[in-house]
């Protein structure tokens, strides 16, 4: 009788090889220093830029009492399906934001008054992790001494340094970034947050004492599994997790573009300043 | 060209006035401040804000009706201070500092420039050198009490 | 990389330009001069030259010059006055022509905020006056005729430079730094924070202006440009290494950006030129071709020393309470004047 076990190892052992190269695709490209090489433009999908957490679609952003269901609030009627909120699977490991009693109200007033405080409508820096997962691209740029993301929304830019300069000297938005490399993954803790950003478009926020550990793993070459862990004793119970594929532009023709918006909202902020304010 | 880049294009002319098209400063002092409406402000600083463009420092004072009221001082970058070695837990709320410089344009605004901002032994609240490597370093005069950068 | 062609390379940059100095630039991986890090671009040496000098000054007048700044700095860093009152009215001078203009008459804010340069530019051992080399006067050379009308029909505004904040220069909006720090080019703006981080990769070279935090994303290769009607701040940019040099070509820069730049175009072609001359210098050069706004090409070269410094974020639109204080001031003003206008 053949014995079937050299044709069966031969099996798992071209499994195990496809498994590596993570779902049949083209190996994870490296530098010199024989690290994953992330240079290129990526970019999250799905719906955690409008809220972290699973939810339903809704007519708006800002809602106000109508005479049967909520309504869109009238800033925002006009926009109709085009700024409804889509629904989204939800990328918080576990489910929920686990926020202490306190910080769970002041989110809850951030939904209501959505309008007044969402940083984002003011074209302000959208913090860490929030720059991530932003609805538009972001370019990496690593060299084996330098590690740079810039973010198309707002110009955002960090850089991520390779040597730890010790604690943040000064609050910032987008905070300061410390990487290193755990085997295959760049690790990069990130403190000295000032405390303004949020997380999303659903009034999810965080407190100046945020440490954000990010977690970016390849899966081949076009396609990055990460991860950020959120710790702020401030506002939440205890550290929570999200996680997302971030995914490789490989349109040839792609590029970072330019959303300088801070121009976009001159009319928002500025408008009753004017000479003659539009009415 | 659109309509909306023509009216960003005249903006920049309007900054070309001084001729040298790139010597145009971040924005004209004399339009934010009333160089015919001095003030001199003495008090304890409240809050400090360390912000781009420009920290603001907010002290209360007292005014001519003896009636406590916050007035907010404008500076310069705090990039250039950290550079200098300076952080921003160097000065103390409750630090007494006297400040001289204009009203703001909208007198209706609490705000002035801080053209010269002093502790009151008049010792100018941040001093350091330069992280540049100028060929010099400014002679630094600086306390060691706790308040003070 | 086979190992022949980096020795190859190698051999071809070392008899270049750079000759004995080669062996001190650092190089990265793929061979190429390492350009990065942190750098400054301060200086005393202004873009244009003052009338009647030459092209260089001596050491001793560049002696002088730095002299005078500190002198300058030191004044007015001496303890003042405790029991000083408020200032004049109607304005006072700080004694320094940049300064007094910047601040309008009232004296701005302590010079420990400012850090404008204390150095004149030096290349290739010359002391500068100036920052533009071509034309040879070191000066911009004068505009075409179609310039003139076209600055002269955009001058001829319905708006006053305080009605709108769309009518106030891109810096005070927070929309791009002062001057042409982030250009291209990429030129001092004499008060403080020229600072640059540059991150250098075989296909990509990013150029972080520290103001207003804006990235120019350099692709290195050549390409398809934008179409002439998109044109976004910092323009459009491809590099290429020619040898040591890291050559870059910009087109399609914003036209309220340009303009800012005497009066250029955003028909303009920038070519910039970064040598890396030594340990702690990077020498950079410019060329502006706007044949339709200057009657030749100019263009001059300011060295990048190393920053021993961070660059830490400016985030200025999200503190901008200058520009809502400018429009404020403007309307209250209006209202004083027409209150006035009303008394008999």
Redesign the interface.
């Given at each position: 009788m053949k014995s079937h076990r050299p044709r069966s190892l031969a099996l798992v052992l071209l499994l195990v090889a496809a498994a590596g190269r993570g779902h049949g695709q083209a190996p994870v490209p490296r530098l010199a220093s024989g690290k994953p090489d992330f240079n290129g433009l990526w970019q999250a999908l799905g719906n955690a830029h409008w809220d972290l957490e699973a939810h339903e679609a809704r007519a708006a952003l800002q809602l106000q009492p109508g005479q049967v269901i909520p309504v869109p609030a009238s800033p925002v009627r006009a926009l109709g399906a085009v700024g409804a909120v889509p629904s989204g699977w939800g990328v918080v490991v576990g489910g929920e934001i686990p926020y202490t009693a306190t910080a769970r109200a002041q989110r809850d007033e951030n939904r209501a008054k959505y309008l007044e405080r969402d940083p984002e409508i003011k074209c302000y820096l959208p913090g860490v992790p929030r720059a991530t997962y932003q609805p538009f691209p972001f370019q990496i740029v690593q060299s084996d001494k330098h590690v740079m993301m810039v973010y198309e929304y707002a110009g955002a830019v960090r850089e991520i340094y390779l040597a730890d300069p010790g604690p943040a000297e000064v609050d910032s938005w987008m905070g300061q970034s410390v990487g290193r490399w755990v085997a295959d993954t760049f690790v990069v803790e990130s403190t000295g947050f000032n405390g303004s950003a949020w997380f999303d478009r659903a009034g999810n926020f965080h407190g100046s004492s945020l440490r954000v550990v990010e977690r970016f793993s390849p899966a081949g070459r076009d396609h990055i599994w990460y991860q950020a862990t959120m710790t702020d004793p401030e506002t939440f119970t205890r550290p929570w997790t999200i996680r997302m594929p971030l995914y490789r532009h490989i349109d040839p023709n792609a590029r970072l573009g330019q959303f300088k918006c801070v121009e976009f909202v001159e009319e928002l902020m500025y408008g009753h300043l004017r000479k003659k304010p539009i009415q | 060209m659109t309509k909306s880049r023509g009216v960003a294009v005249l903006g920049a002319i309007a900054a070309l006035a001084a001729g040298t098209g790139t010597l145009a400063a971040h924005h004209a002092f004399g339009a934010e401040f009333d160089k015919d409406a001095p003030v001199k402000l003495q008090g304890k600083i409240v809050k400090l804000e360390w912000v781009n463009p420009h920290t603001w420092i907010h002290l209360e004072v007292k005014n001519a009706k003896g009636e406590r009221e916050v007035w907010a001082v404008e500076g310069g970058t705090p990039n250039v201070l950290l550079r200098r070695g300076l952080r921003r837990d160097c000065l103390v709320p409750g630090t007494e500092i006297i400040v001289d410089g204009y009203h703001a344009r909208d007198h209706s605004l609490k705000r002035a420039n801080g053209k010269d901002v002093t502790f009151t032994d008049g010792t100018k609240i941040f001093l350091g050198s330069s992280g540049t490597g100028a060929p010099y370093e400014a002679e630094l005069n600086r306390s060691k009490e706790p308040g003070r950068c | 990389m086979p190992r022949f062609s980096m020795l190859m390379a190698a051999a071809l940059a070392a008899a270049g330009s750079l000759a004995a100095q080669s062996g001190r630039v650092p190089r990265?991986?793929?061979g190429k001069p390492d350009l990065?890090?942190n750098w400054?671009n301060?200086t005393l040496t202004p873009?244009?030259r003052p009338a009647g000098r030459g092209p260089t000054l001596t050491a001793q007048e560049a002696a002088i010059a730095?002299g005078r700044t500190?002198a300058r700095?030191?004044s007015l860093?001496?303890?003042?006055?405790?029991n000083?009152?408020?200032?004049?009215?109607?304005?006072?001078s700080l004694g320094d022509p940049?300064l007094d203009?910047?601040?309008?008459?009232?004296?701005?804010?302590?010079v420990?905020?400012?850090?404008g340069g204390?150095?004149i530019a030096v290349v290739n051992g010359e002391a500068r006056s100036s920052l533009i080399t071509r034309p040879a006067n070191g000066r911009v050379p004068p505009r075409t005729g179609q310039a003139r009308e076209r600055?002269a029909a955009?001058?001829t505004?319905q708006?006053?430079?305080?009605?709108?904040?769309?009518?106030?220069?891109?810096?005070?909006?927070?929309?791009l730094?002062?001057?042409?720090n982030a250009g291209p080019p990429m030129?001092p703006?004499?008060?403080?924070?020229n600072n640059y981080?540059i991150?250098?990769?075989p296909?990509?070279v990013?150029i972080?202006t520290?103001m207003?935090?804006?990235?120019r994303?350099i692709?290195i290769g050549d390409g398809p440009r934008l179409p002439q009607g998109i044109?976004?701040?910092m323009g459009d940019s491809w590099g290429r290494w020619v040898g040591d040099t890291l050559v870059i070509e910009t087109s399609n820069i914003?036209?309220?950006?340009a303009?800012?730049?005497?009066?250029m175009s955003s028909k303009a072609r920038v070519t910039e030129r970064l040598v890396r001359t030594d340990e702690r210098t990077i020498l950079y050069s410019f060329t502006i071709d706007d044949p339709e706004t200057f009657t030749e090409p100019w263009g001059g070269e300011v060295p990048f020393?190393?920053?021993?410094?961070?660059?830490?974020?400016?985030?200025?639109?999200?503190?901008?309470?200058?520009?809502?204080?400018?429009?404020?001031?403007?309307?209250?003003?209006?209202r004083?004047k027409a209150t006035e206008e009303k008394k008999p």
């Open positions: - | - | 990265t991986p793929d990065q890090g400054s301060a873009i244009e730095e500190k700095t030191d860093s001496r303890p003042s006055d405790p000083r009152g408020a200032p004049a009215k109607g304005g006072v940049r203009a910047a601040s309008g008459g009232t004296g701005g804010y302590n420990f905020f400012i850090d204390d150095r600055l955009m001058r505004s708006f006053g430079p305080y009605d709108n904040p769309e009518n106030r220069p891109l810096a005070e909006r927070c929309i730094s002062f001057g042409s030129l703006n004499y008060f403080y924070n981080t991150v250098q990769t296909g990509m990013v972080l520290e207003v935090h804006d990235a994303m692709r044109t976004p701040y914003h036209p309220a950006q303009v800012g730049l005497y009066g020393n190393r920053l021993d410094a961070r660059v830490y974020e400016y985030a200025c639109h999200e503190g901008n309470y200058a520009l809502a204080n400018v429009l404020s001031g403007a309307r209250d003003e209006e004083r």
